[in-house]
């Protein structure tokens, strides 16, 4: 039988498939409202591995904004059950495998989106949690040269920018203005159009104590929303990719038959919204990026957040205020 270390930050803890314990640690919610809704439940019975799944340790996780609007209840009419394990991204170790499981094993440390589909029927036992079960499909190995806390923060916010790059078409030579580039998607579509598919000109916005980040993480441009409007100034772009929730003013700077990819808010045509499909073929497809440095993880400097502070970190997310990710780590 294996033995595994469940997180390199936390003391070694040693867990095999006949070492998991019946309950587990997590944070839950019984009914929808704002961050005081969240308990930290002791008891939790450990999710159930389906046939094409495998059961993670988790190491680390990372919020998103989603997490915050489903808690709020924005997506009551297609979500799972209360009560509700929340949380979709993270890293950790493979510690059990259903039958049909083809590519990974016991000690495997992955890194995942664990729900298919964010708004239709998510799970119920998420990634706050000390194990969370996901399909195969959903998960990648974790590159090597970044930690659990840096790989927790990539999935969903990655997932994202690649697939909104992809519908916009978007290839090498292509100009591209990323509006909220220092936020969890916009720091990763900046780092994804230059390094990964040759952008001739990146431009991104963020307030005055962001713009160096913009700068380090390759953007040609970095505007101050705080002093200039991007729709007063002169330039056109390929592809606007709306990361805040400006669409009206976004498809103003875009080029004829270019395209706005919207994430949030009111969608102006030519504009279009889409809702991110979790893929771990995507982030195995990115890994070589990760591996070399080319593509980096931006973690929030304000966390990594304990697991006992998951409140926190979800009020420091809610300011909308966050630079990459906010991480939880170790869980
Ligand atoms: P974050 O919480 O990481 O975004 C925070 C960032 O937004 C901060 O860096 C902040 O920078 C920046 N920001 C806020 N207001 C502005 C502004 N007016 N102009 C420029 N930057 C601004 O969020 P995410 O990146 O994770 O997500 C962004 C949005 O996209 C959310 O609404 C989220 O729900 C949605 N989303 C939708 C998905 C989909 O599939 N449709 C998938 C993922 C996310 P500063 O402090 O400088 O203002």
Redesign the pocket.
């Known amino acids: 039988r294996s033995v595994v270390t469940a997180a390199s930050s936390s003391p070694a803890v040693a867990v095999t498939a006949t070492d998991v314990p019946g309950t587990m640690k997590a944070w839950a919610y019984e009914e929808y409202g704002d961050a005081s809704v969240l308990k930290l439940d002791e008891a939790v019975s450990v999710p159930a591995v389906g046939e094409d799944q495998v059961l993670v340790k988790v190491a680390a996780a990372a919020l998103?904004?989603?997490d915050s609007?489903r808690r709020m209840g924005k997506f009551k009419a297609t979500d799972s059950p209360l009560p509700t394990v929340p949380g979709y991204d993270m890293a950790g170790v493979v510690v059990k495998v259903g039958s049909q499981v083809k590519n990974l094993k016991e000690g495997d440390e992955v890194y995942g989106h664990i729900s298919e589909k964010?708004l239709e029927g998510p799970k119920q036992f998420g990634s706050l949690a000390e194990y969370t079960a996901v399909e195969e499909k959903l998960v990648a190995l974790k590159p090597k040269s970044i930690d659990f806390a840096q790989a927790a923060g990539l999935p969903?916010?990655i997932e994202?920018a690649h697939?909104g790059l992809e519908r916009a078409g978007f290839s090498a030579g292509k100009s591209i203005l990323v509006?909220?580039?220092?936020?969890?998607?916009?720091s990763l579509v900046i780092q994804l159009a230059k390094q990964v598919y040759g952008a001739s000109k990146v431009a991104a916005?963020?307030?005055t104590?962001?713009l160096e980040l913009l700068k380090s993480l390759g953007a040609d441009v970095a505007i101050d929303?705080t002093k200039d409007s991007f729709d007063d100034m002169p330039d056109k772009y390929d592809v606007v990719f709306d990361?805040?929730?400006?669409g009206e003013k976004a498809v103003k700077v875009v080029k004829e038959g270019g395209s706005v990819v919207v994430?949030?808010g009111a969608v102006t045509p030519p504009g279009f919204?889409?809702?991110?499909t979790s893929d771990g073929s995507v982030l195995a497809k990115l890994n070589p990026y990760l591996e070399s440095g080319k593509v980096k993880p931006v973690v929030d400097p304000k966390g990594p957040f304990p697991f006992s502070q998951v409140v926190e970190a979800f009020s420091y997310?809610e300011t909308?205020?966050?630079?990459?990710?906010v991480v939880i780590s170790p869980v």
Do not use: D
């Open positions: 998103n904004p989603v609007k964010v969903l916010a994202t697939e509006l909220g580039g220092a936020g969890g998607v916009g916005t963020a307030s104590p962001k929303y990361a805040v929730g400006q994430l949030t919204r889409f809702v991110v997310l909308g205020r966050a630079a990459g990710k």
